[in-house]
């Protein structure tokens, strides 16, 4: 579930949990919900209902459950409360509204979320070592290996499995299609 159109399609797609031949679970919420299968998705999360939670969301990172979501619920400032200090993914991408100003200026009051910190350096290199899928970490020497990545600031975020598609979450930038001699600096 690392890959967004993966969660996305979670929503969308009728589940039935193991050994239920009967109950199938739709996305129960209307697309006017600040919580809407996208914003969950890009949040981190993918649907993940059982019969006493029908909206219940999991993180693919973290594996935090959220469930209960009302009209304007904000998956980012929720997933960022409740697990930005444990979950990589919460602190690199949920957590930017808190670096932000009412501008969407970056200001970065807790010096800690800098780009250039060890701690958000750190968060991010683990978007690509979580479940050991960036692909260039198995080739020796390579210019774009997880650690150079996310020291030049760029989180993994994939389109489809396998995929090496990268962002900068700070200036929107994506970039895929890695090199060995490609420096992400």
Not at 3 to 30: C, E, T
Not at 51 to 65: A, L, R, S, W
Not at 137 to 151: I, T
Not at 153 to 166: A, I, K, Q, W
Request: aromatic share 12%; with cysteine.
């Amino acid at each position: 579930m690392h890959v967004l159109d993966n969660r996305i399609n979670s929503f969308y797609k009728p589940k039935r949990k193991p050994g239920s031949k009967s109950q199938a679970f739709k996305w129960p919420h209307p697309e006017y919900f600040t919580a809407n299968p996208e914003t969950l998705a890009e949040a981190g999360f993918y649907y993940d209902p059982s019969p006493e939670d029908v909206d219940n969301v999991t993180c693919y990172m973290c594996g935090k459950e959220l469930s209960e979501w009302a009209e304007e619920d904000d998956p980012f400032d929720i997933h960022f409360k409740k697990c930005g200090k444990k979950c990589s993914w919460a602190s690199v991408r949920c957590g930017l509204r808190s670096d932000m100003n009412h501008k969407e200026k970056f200001v970065f009051t807790d010096k800690s979320r800098l780009p250039t910190s060890k701690t958000m350096e750190k968060a991010r290199l683990e978007t690509f070592t979580f479940q050991d899928v960036w692909t260039h970490d198995s080739v020796r020497n390579h210019a774009a290996s997880s650690k150079n990545m996310a020291r030049a600031g760029f989180v993994y975020n994939p389109l489809e499995v396998g995929d090496d598609s990268t962002t900068c979450l700070y200036c929107g930038i994506a970039l895929s299609g890695w090199q060995d001699d490609d420096d992400p600096t």
